[in-house]
């Protein structure tokens, strides 16, 4: 069965911390790990993870992917109160987009 | 990535009432699916709907109480019928692409059930 866990499960930060979230999974036929910004109703999508040790970039926030260990991680440095959201770890293998928990960052100023 | 909207994008419904929820994306899209948030959980798929086809079901959601039509590739709409508090659910569309291994998501619709 294909299961994510997320970690931790919340998080209080100061501004201008960095935070590392962390997802290991287990999955029927991997395709791809994506990770995905929750703030109000609607997910909103930060990485796709194909590849095992390519980091993805984009301004403040990376993410890497670990194919042999099972698990990626999601680094935020410099945060803002902007950051402040859930954010969700999913996969897609044999049947489709499986969602972890998510992890509840706080971003306090 | 792709553009989509939903309709509605909140209600308050009686019990034993039916909803339907509109989809839409501004491109053609192979695949799209509807998903479901209850209160403090994470993203439940309830269905992949397939175009001029039935949609295919997960394990736990059958169609007689969530009907979803996909008339074309680039709208979908989900029904959520004879409705009861334990409803009450953000209910998200998503386009997949790259062969569903990066999708979209809409902007949800809040539903209450009251």
């Known amino acids: 069965e294909d299961k994510v866990v997320q970690s931790p499960l919340s998080l209080v930060v100061h501004e201008g911390d960095t935070v590392t979230l962390n997802c290991s999974y287990e999955v029927t036929n991997f395709r791809s790990l994506l990770w995905y910004k929750q703030e109000k109703k609607a997910p909103t999508f930060l990485f796709m993870l194909t590849s095992s040790g390519i980091e993805k970039k984009s301004g403040r926030l990376s993410s890497i992917l670990d194919k042999k260990e099972l698990f990626s991680i999601l680094n935020i440095t410099a945060t803002q109160t902007g950051d402040s959201a859930i954010y969700l770890c999913?996969?897609?293998?044999?049947?489709?987009?499986?969602f972890g928990t998510g992890t509840r960052l706080t971003v306090i100023p | 990535s792709a553009v989509i909207s939903q309709k509605p994008s909140r209600d308050i419904c009686q019990r034993g009432t039916s909803l339907t929820i509109q989809c839409q994306v501004d491109?053609?899209?192979?695949?799209m699916f509807w998903y479901r948030q209850q209160p403090g959980q994470s993203l439940t798929l309830i269905a992949t709907?397939?175009?001029?086809?039935?949609?295919?079901?997960e394990s736990g959601f059958v169609i007689d109480k969530f009907p979803i039509s996909r008339p074309n590739l680039t709208f979908s709409t989900l029904t959520v019928s004879n409705m009861s508090p334990e409803d009450s659910s953000i209910y998200l569309c998503?386009?997949?692409?790259?062969?569903?291994?990066?999708?979209?998501f809409g902007p949800g619709t809040r539903l209450t059930v009251t």
């Open positions: 999913a996969i897609t293998g044999a049947n489709n987009l499986f």
């Open positions: 709907a397939n175009q001029g086809s039935e949609a295919t079901y």
């Open positions: 491109s053609q899209v192979t695949m």
């Open positions: 998503s386009v997949g692409l790259q062969g569903a291994r990066e999708q979209y």
